[in-house]
């Protein structure tokens, strides 16, 4: 070999080197702001003080108490519903924010002042979310009525994936059944989703979520949340949207190293 080319491929070889160094770190980047995405969101507003009625794991003596996990979602491409810590139109590492009034986020106990919160019994006693049992690490808890706009025209969003239901935080002995709401997902106008009246707990038992899913037509403009108060006033409408998020194609064509959450719910509760 000659000598002059002893030089180039060490320089080859640097710039291998250097390649790899920033795609590790780029990838490390991408890993910290996946997870740090509920961080980024900043801590229940009302610690301290402590919330009204705390989480638990499986305790028979607490009553916001759950045996299945929703965990947040890490997929690159996902970005959730925020209320507080997003951005619009463009979202941040926390998430979305609502476009609308936030006079019209929630119906009773606002103004909303938290992310992955319940409505509690309004400002300084907010509880993390906790439906049918099932403890949501993402989510927005309010109460009817309600409504959320979002702006969809900040990212190249195809699909929502969430889940609907009443608040734990509230049983029988305070409200008969739990409360009820109904809830109402619109693009541009179009009804996407309707569910049924949902109540906070059926034969005393709670209810369980109902999953929500949905394909986003490509140029949305606009999602739109509505709140009903489930046709009998609002009272004890806790109502709360667990793990409410926006796809993008590069979200649903992730490989990810669990199930994807669509398919979730259903092994977390044979699971117990």
């Given amino acids: 070999m000659d000598n002059d080319q002893i030089p180039t491929r060490k320089r080859r070889d640097a710039m291998k080197r250097l390649l790899i160094a920033l795609l590790i770190c780029a990838l490390a980047v991408g890993l910290n702001v996946a997870w740090a995405a509920r961080e980024d969101c900043g801590p229940l507003p009302n610690e301290p003080p402590k919330p009204a009625k705390k989480v638990a794991k499986e305790d028979p003596n607490v009553q916001n108490d759950y045996d299945k996990v929703v965990a947040e979602d890490t997929r690159p491409g996902v970005v959730y519903l925020a209320v507080v810590g997003g951005d619009q139109p463009k979202p941040n590492a926390c998430g979305l924010n609502p476009k609308n009034d936030p006079a019209e986020w929630t119906g009773w106990g606002g103004p909303l002042d938290g992310d992955n919160v319940t409505i509690g019994e309004g400002p300084g006693t907010r509880n993390e979310i906790v439906i049918g049992g099932g403890y949501f690490e993402r989510g927005i808890g309010t109460h009817g009525t309600a409504k959320l706009v979002y702006d969809l025209t900040g990212g190249n969003y195809v699909r929502f994936e ?111």
């Fill in 162 to 272: 969430g889940y609907v239901g009443m608040s734990d935080e509230k049983d029988p002995a305070e409200c008969g059944h739990g409360g009820s709401s109904q809830f109402v997902f619109y693009v541009d106008g179009k009804e996407m989703f309707k569910s049924d009246v949902l109540t906070g707990t059926k034969d005393g038992q709670n209810v369980d979520p109902v999953k929500v899913e949905f394909d986003i037509p490509a140029g949305a403009k606009e999602l739109v949340i509505e709140i009903l108060d489930g046709g009998d006033g609002i009272g004890c409408d806790h109502s709360c949207i667990g793990d409410a998020k926006l796809l993008t194609s590069e979200a649903v064509t992730a490989v990810a190293s669990e199930d994807k959450l669509s398919t979730l719910w259903g092994k977390i509760k044979s699971a117990y």
